[in-house]
Antibody, heavy 119, light 111 residues
Framework: EVQLVQSGAEVKKPGESLKISCKGS????????IGWVRQMPGKGLEWMGI????????RYSPSFQGQVTISADKSISTAYLQWSSLKASDTAMYYC????????????WGQGTLVTVSS | QSALTQPASVSGSPGQSITISCTGT?????????VSWYQQHPGKAPKLMIY???NRPSGVSNRFSGSKSGNTASLTISGLQAEDEADYYC???????????FGGGTKLTVL
């Protein structure tokens, strides 16, 4: 069974750093893209970026380029999303999602990680 | 403002059929057969319902169907059930970005 299990909710202050994770199981971790999707409170879905753990090829949406870093550790089948300096506007639910190579849809999703940034 | 345009809300009674539209351009919806639809219940992760315009993943009810005409894709739900009440998002490959674009989402209310 394919599963993406994300790390737990975080409460941070503006300016702090953060790294959240997404552990994949039940499939070949290095053969599928893993992406990150942001959902701000009461708003819609936005792709932030994706990574192909097989060769670490990483692509970012222009809106998020330079704002976050996406990485993966294939030895432990885990993808990461990190911020070096959080802002209040980063408060959102973050989902990781699995996308097949050559496909343009996400067929498996993590349960989401709620990030709250408040002073 | 989202790249793809969806109605903010639609509603229908149990047993009826409803259609949700998703309008883009020739650079996304109209140019490629890579439209997908996601269902999201409150507090839950999105779930893939339709991919590549009209294909259903295993386990998705055949009450859900997708189609496309020109720059507009559509999701039709027949035989509405209370459990269908959720937000629905369309998504499409786009030639103008590395990643797919989403619609703004449509809230389906089952009366």
């Amino acid at each position: 069974e394919v599963q993406l299990v994300q790390s737990g909710a975080e409460v941070k202050k503006p300016g702090e750093s953060l790294k959240i994770s997404c552990k994949g199981s039940g499939y070949s971790f290095t053969s599928y893209w893993i992406g990150w999707v942001r959902q701000m409170p009461g708003k819609g879905l936005e792709w932030m970026g994706i990574i192909y753990p097989g060769d670490s090829d990483t692509r970012y949406s222009p809106s998020f380029q330079g704002q976050v870093t996406i990485s993966a550790d294939k030895s432990i089948s885990t993808a990461y999303l990190q911020w070096s300096s959080l802002k209040a506007s980063d408060t959102a639910m973050y989902y990781c999602a699995l996308r097949g190579s050559g496909s343009y849809f996400a067929d498996y999703w993590g349960q989401g990680t709620l990030v709250t940034v408040s002073s | 403002q989202s790249a793809l345009t969806q109605p903010a809300s639609v509603s229908g009674s149990p047993g009826q059929s409803i259609t949700i539209s998703c309008t883009g351009t020739s650079s996304d919806v109209g140019g490629y057969n890579y439209v997908s639809w996601y269902q999201q219940h409150p507090g839950k992760a999105p779930k893939l319902m339709i991919y590549d315009v009209s294909n259903r993943p295993s386990g998705v009810s055949n009450r859900f169907s997708g189609s496309k005409s020109g720059n507009t894709a559509s999701l039709t739900i027949s035989g509405l059930q209370a459990e269908d009440e959720a937000d629905y998002y369309c998504s499409s490959y786009t030639s103008s970005s590395t990643l797919e674009v989403f619609g703004g989402g449509t809230k389906l209310t089952v009366l």
